[in-house]
C-alpha cells in the first residue's frame, strides 16, 4: 500500500508524505479496504485509487500500481471522464514553478 496524507488546514500542518505502512486512522482504513478488494477474486490485474478523508485531513491509497505518476495519470483520465459525462470539457494548464 502507498498512502499519502496531508492536513485540510493550515494549524498543524506537516505537509504531503508517502508512507508503506498505514501510520493514523484515515490511512488505516484505506489499508483495510485496500485488503478486503485485493482478497476479491475479480481485483487480480486491476488497480485502485481511495480518497479518503474528515473534517481535517485527507489520505490517498494506492493498490496494484507500478508507480505513483501512472495512478495520477489515471485519475486525471477518470476526471475527463466524468466531466465529458457532464458535457463539460476538462483542460489541464501546467504552471512553472517561479
Known amino acids: 500500500m502507498a498512502a499519502q496524507e496531508d492536513a485540510k488546514s493550515g494549524e498543524g500542518r506537516q ?9 493514523d486512522e484515515l490511512t488505516g482504513v484505506g489499508a ?8 476479491m477474486p475479480e481485483s487480480k490485474g486491476r488497480r485502485i485509487v481511495l480518497f479518503i478523508e474528515d473534517d481535517s485531513r485527507c489520505a490517498t491509497c494506492l493498490g496494484g500500481w507500478d508507480s505513483d505518476m501512472d495512478a495520477i495519470a489515471a485519475v486525471f483520465a ?7 459525462a457532464n458535457e ?4 489541464l494548464v501546467p504552471m512553472g514553478r517561479g
Open 15 to 23: 505537509g504531503p508524505r508517502r508512507e508503506s505502512e498505514s501510520h
Open 78 to 84: 477518470h476526471l475527463a471522464a466524468v466531466f465529458e
Open 32 to 39: 483495510k479496504l485496500l485488503e478486503a478488494f485485493e482478497a
Open 88 to 91: 463539460k470539457k476538462m483542460m
